[in-house]
């Protein structure tokens, strides 16, 4: 099961949890016809020690949404979770969004 987030959203998982996250780009920031090229995914700390797992980063079938899968991090932890896309338009743009992980015992 995925949950799909939205710019600036907050989520909460515990330590142990291996969650798939789905940025929805084209219900926000796209225009019609506009796709996703590439994808990049970075996680910076806010709070607390250690660092979140980050791993299958993908560009979502139809191109419009991104995903990752996201474990790890500290109780007590808040981690921003960033990802930097391209687009298919000429000339291409260059957009980034982020959203808040917090870790805390569930």
């Known amino acids: 099961?995925?949950?799909t987030i939205m710019s600036g959203q907050?989520?909460?998982q515990d330590p142990s949890d291996v969650r798939t996250y789905v940025i929805d780009w084209?219900?926000?920031a796209l225009d019609a016809g506009v796709l996703i090229v590439t994808s990049s995914f970075?996680?910076?700390r806010m709070y607390g020690s250690g660092s979140l797992s980050l791993a299958n980063a993908t560009i979502v079938s139809g191109a419009r949404k991104t995903s990752l899968v996201i474990s790890g991090?500290?109780?007590?932890g808040q981690y921003l979770v960033s990802n930097k896309i391209?687009?298919?338009?000429?000339?291409s743009?260059?957009?980034e969004r982020s959203f808040t992980?917090?870790?805390?015992d569930l």
């Open 1 to 3: 099961m995925s949950t």
């Open 101 to 104: 992980v917090r870790v805390a």
């Open 73 to 76: 991090g500290y109780l007590g």
């Open 86 to 91: 391209t687009t298919s338009e000429s000339p």
């Open 93 to 95: 743009q260059t957009l």
């Open 42 to 44: 970075q996680v910076h």
């Open 10 to 12: 907050a989520v909460t």
């Open 26 to 28: 084209g219900a926000s």
